[in-house]
């Protein structure tokens, strides 16, 4: 290498590659995470789940990190073992995790020796029952049981996975564009939730024969390949390793007070609520998002033999959504002249895709057009962070529309019921726009954890953070499913619940993360923490 290039670090094609591999894992990872979501009405009509069982289930992902403080160890491990290391491990627990989920929503599953067990035990567990946190339930099904038991080890796993990749931009990127890395990141990530609603109903209904394990197997060989790219980013990693010298083991030992030092600061308390309060309304609703719009649209039946309710139109709107995503993730770096045509293209094709999942009468289909307006502003939003600053004034907008868009859902939404045009427009748009404030946290807010903290525990800091995150995590898609429960008393159908009062919830959760952004930014003055500073001196 030259001169100005001594590092795979310093090669911009080096750099972005490592973060590739590291997104594309993630992307996977998200697959999994909500792979049951768009089929809620089927896990009820074949596995018996009610509300409040996928909602327990769902929950339990982040059980272990919440409660046996897996996450706070993640960190610890992060930051002595390195992020080769930690690489490795995430994805092997993923993957153990989602085979033993797999299995649990398997035909085989149902009436074996485990099923047995699993009915007659875990129906009460001393101190967790009592405390109102225990992972399961008497009367919870057995299926739902194991399921949750495979969903908490994999989400040891997704978690850490988590931290760790923060920490690996933080250490690719630092100096550079950090906040477009983060940004870009997740942007890529969550075209998981996409590539789930639209594949996942699909595998569950192959060939006419309704088997909810085929979604879930989908999951698992994704997560075997986001394996094998951690795998790859080992050796880039590696050799990054031995051309700085840094050594991947730190030198100086875990110290108690380092946590010290992390849980003593203002700003880092306020960023970590933000995460808890921002993503507690956005995941445990993207679980529910399906089965609410199956409740609050007019569908009709498809005839069976038409090309849209093939598996045809499937594979044709996924490779739509990738050209939305693809052109409008590129025309951020396209020349001046190829930018105009580059989005011309995102909006022709975000068109026809949303005009094909209208098509469709899929609910599933509708709510995949999620993340895609995100794929595009992401990286602006990171850009301007890079090198205009204004971070916490970002999580501000991010907390307004986030309140909008859940009291649309709420009453706008439902009063449009039987209006099969009018109700498409109104989902899809506020779809778009739940996506799009969705944005603003991985390019605002990730990016000013290093501000906070010394480098040296950066990865304890994130863990502390995804730990405070997975407490609402765990929370809030079991309190979505009671809340559904108890509000539809002897509703029996699935696709005829009234979901206002867990919005309302969700609506309250923006108006308190409204109300922190706020504080943080007078924080940031008085303690000039630097939130509102670009992170590239110019």
């Not at 990693?237 to 203002?266: M, Y």
């Not at 001046?336 to 995102?346: D, G, H, N, R, Y």
């Not at 009063?415 to 506020?430: H, L, P, Q, R």
């Not at 304890?460 to 979505?480: D, H, K, R, T, V």
Request: glycine share 8%.
């Amino acid at each position: 290498m030259s001169n100005n290039l001594k590092t795979l670090r310093d090669s911009e094609a080096m750099r972005w590659t490592a973060l590739l591999l590291l997104a594309f894992a993630m992307f996977c990872s998200y697959i999994f995470m909500d792979i049951l979501s768009p089929i809620k009405d089927l896990m009820q009509s074949t596995r018996g789940w009610d509300s409040t069982a996928f909602g327990t289930m769902q929950g339990s992902e982040t059980f272990l990190n919440v409660f046996v403080f897996f996450l706070i160890f993640a960190g610890i491990i992060l930051d002595k073992m390195g992020v080769r290391f930690t690489a490795l491990l995430s994805g092997a627990v993923m993957l153990v995790g989602a085979c033993i989920n797999w299995y649990a929503v398997t035909e085989a599953f149902q009436g074996s020796a485990l099923d047995v067990w699993f009915t007659n035990h875990l129906n009460y567990i001393p101190g967790f029952q009592e405390l109102g946190i225990a992972p399961f339930y008497e009367g919870m099904p057995a299926s739902a049981k194991f399921a949750a038991v495979g969903f908490m080890i994999f989400g040891c796993g997704v978690e850490m996975a988590g931290i760790m990749v923060s920490r690996g931009i933080v250490k690719w990127f630092k100096g550079r564009e950090m906040a477009l890395a983060m940004g870009s990141e997740m942007a890529l990530a969550r075209l998981g939730v996409a590539t789930c609603m639209i594949f996942s109903p699909m595998f569950a209904r192959l060939s006419g024969v309704i088997d909810v394990s085929r979604s879930v197997a989908f999951g698992v060989v994704l997560l075997m390949i986001a394996m094998m790219m951690f795998i790859v980013y080992f050796f880039m990693d590696r050799k990054l390793d031995a051309q700085t010298g840094e050594a991947e083991e730190k030198d100086d030992p875990f110290k108690v007070s380092d946590l010290g030092a992390i849980l003593t600061s203002s700003g880092f308390w306020l960023v970590a609520l933000l995460c808890v309060l921002y993503y507690s309304a956005i995941f445990p609703f993207q679980k529910y998002a399906v089965n609410m719009l199956q409740c609050n649209l007019t569908f009709h039946e498809l005839n069976p033999g038409s090309f849209w309710a093939g598996n045809t139109v499937t594979i044709v709107q996924y490779l739509i959504m990738l050209v939305v995503a693809g052109t409008s993730f590129a025309s951020n770096f396209v020349k001046k002249s190829l930018k105009a045509p580059f989005l011309c293209i995102t909006v022709i094709a975000l068109v026809a895709f949303c005009y094909m999942g209208y098509m469709r009468q899929s609910a599933a289909t509708v709510f995949s057009v999620f993340p895609l307006l995100a794929v595009g502003i992401t990286p602006i939003l990171g850009n301007y962070v890079d090198h205009k600053g204004k971070a916490a004034s970002m999580l501000v907008l991010g907390s307004i529309l986030l309140i909008a868009c859940h009291l649309t859902f709420a009453f706008v939404l439902p009063a449009f019921k039987g209006n099969e045009v009018g109700g498409i427009i109104i989902a899809y748009t506020t779809i778009l726009v739940l996506g799009a404030s969705f944005s603003l946290v991985p390019a605002s807010l990730w990016p000013s954890v290093p501000k906070l903290v010394d480098a040296k525990i950066i990865g304890s800091a994130y863990a502390l953070i995804f730990w405070i995150q997975n407490i609402g995590l765990w929370l809030f898609p079991m309190l979505i499913g009671k809340v559904l429960d108890k509000s539809n008393p002897g509703v029996t159908d699935p696709t005829q619940l009234n979901y206002t009062n867990p919005l309302l919830m969700l609506a309250s959760l923006g108006v308190a993360a409204l109300i922190l952004g706020f504080v943080l930014k007078q924080v940031d003055r008085a303690k000039g923490l630097g939130l509102e500073e670009p992170n590239i001196k110019e």
